[in-house]
């Protein structure tokens, strides 16, 4: 059986839980029986409940955290830990988004440990990994890549593999509206299908789930999709709109 496409939407830090509500509601009346791919939302901490009430009846739509801690619990001001996110709904969780690792320092040995925590509680993460412009215009995209999976994955087991995904986002496409093309990503994708192999053998290399990011959109999602080794898209701006990441899901799983 081939990989299940997945689609994520980073809401990232945008709506109220009133706003994330009405944007969860509008998109169960969208996309709320079209199984042919999964789905994942991720509001804001403060919007998780209120995305996971509305999105109760829409067994294809799953709830996601943008962030977590990597400790369980304790003297971590203004911190959430996995098992919070647990208790509020959430099945996945986005580790490493390039913001994390630009505004707040974030590295590949913390991507990591906030892997295993959130693997260790049953959540499912969604990895992040991509390179800057400088990276890619000087020739290093392949080995920042590697990288950025050997050590984000070091230590997974089998089975934690299994229910990891990751995100391929070159930096330099998000929020820009300048999108990779469909070979550019392909390229990248078979990058991280071989390290995976490399790394854990070529039964969970074939397996695994690996989305493109940065400027998806309704009129690109397709072309991207359809290349053999995208998996499925991680959406940040056109999420924030119902019809136009119905869209995208239509299009991207068709
Ligand atoms: P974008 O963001 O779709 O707005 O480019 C993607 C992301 O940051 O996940």
């Known amino acids: 059986m081939g990989r299940k496409k997945i689609i994520a939407g980073n809401w990232k830090m945008n709506k109220t839980p009133e706003e994330s509500r009405q944007l969860a509601m509008q998109l169960v009346a969208e996309i709320g029986g079209f199984n042919a791919c999964d789905i994942v939302v991720c509001p804001t901490y403060t919007g998780l409940e209120a995305v996971r009430n509305a999105i109760a009846g829409a067994t294809n739509i799953h709830l996601g955290a943008q962030n977590l801690h990597q400790e369980k619990n304790g003297a971590f001001t203004g ?86 995904v990751l995100a391929y986002e070159p930096v330099w496409a998000i929020g820009t509206g300048k ?54 898209a991680l959406v940040g701006g056109a999420s924030l709109d119902a019809a136009g990441f119905a869209a995208i899901i239509k299009k991207g799983c068709a």
């Open 179 to 232: 999108v990779a093309t469909p070979a550019q990503a392909q390229e990248v994708h078979l990058w991280i299908r071989s390290e995976l192999a490399a790394c854990f053998g070529e039964a969970v290399a074939t397996g695994f789930r690996i989305q493109y990011g940065g400027s998806v959109k309704s009129d690109n999602a397709a072309e991207l999709l359809n290349q053999p080794d995208i998996d499925g």
């Open 79 to 164: 911190e959430i830990s996995a098992s919070m996110l647990v208790g509020t709904g959430c099945t996945y969780v986005i580790i490493g988004h390039s913001e994390r690792r630009q505004y707040f320092g974030e590295n590949d040995a913390l991507v990591n440990q906030k892997t295993k925590s959130a693997l260790a509680a049953g959540l499912k993460p969604i990895v992040c990994v991509g390179e800057t412009l400088d990276v890619r215009e000087s020739g290093g995209t392949e080995k920042l890549v590697r990288e950025q999976v050997r050590q984000g994955l070091a230590g997974l087991t089998e089975a934690q593999l299994a229910s990891t």
